[in-house]
């Protein structure tokens, strides 16, 4: 069984900052792309960061532009797990932020921000950030 369990959310202040985990099983991890996005109040659901793990183009990344510079996507290949570290928060990035998972694919080769790219998507994690 595919699981994605995201985790750390929370509430912090304007500037702050919040490491998000997504852990991963039931894949090849090895052979896949994980992406965050998230999804404000009233709005749609937007593509954040990816990071592909397939050999070859491991590490490589995408970032959304609102975000270059303070987020970085990170991936523990050892423990399953992708990261997003997420710096200088401000209360435009409140939003629940979910993981993503495409298989057989790196970030750069799709479109990776299109939720229908991915093939299992986690729960999501609440990230208030406060004024």
């Known amino acids: 069984e595919v699981q994605l369990q995201a985790s750390g959310g929370g509430l912090v202040q304007a500037g702050g900052s919040l490491r998000l985990s997504c852990a991963a099983s039931g894949f090849t991890f090895d052979d896949s792309a994980i992406a965050w996005f998230r999804q404000a109040p009233g709005k749609e659901r937007e593509g954040v960061a990816c990071?592909?793990?397939?050999?070859?183009?491991?590490?490589?990344?995408l970032y959304r532009n609102s975000v270059k510079g303070r987020f970085t996507i990170s991936s523990d290949n050892a423990k399953n797990t992708v990261y997003l570290q997420m710096n200088n928060l401000q209360p435009e990035d409140t939003a629940v932020y979910y993981c993503?998972?495409?298989?057989?694919?790196?970030?750069?080769?799709?479109?990776?921000?299109?939720?229908?790219?991915?093939?299992?998507w986690g729960q999501g994690t609440l990230v208030t950030v406060s004024s």
């Open positions: 993503a998972a495409v298989i057989g694919f790196f970030c750069h080769g799709i479109y990776y921000s299109a939720q229908a790219e991915y093939d299992y």
């Open positions: 990071i592909s793990n397939s050999d070859g183009s491991a590490g490589s990344s």
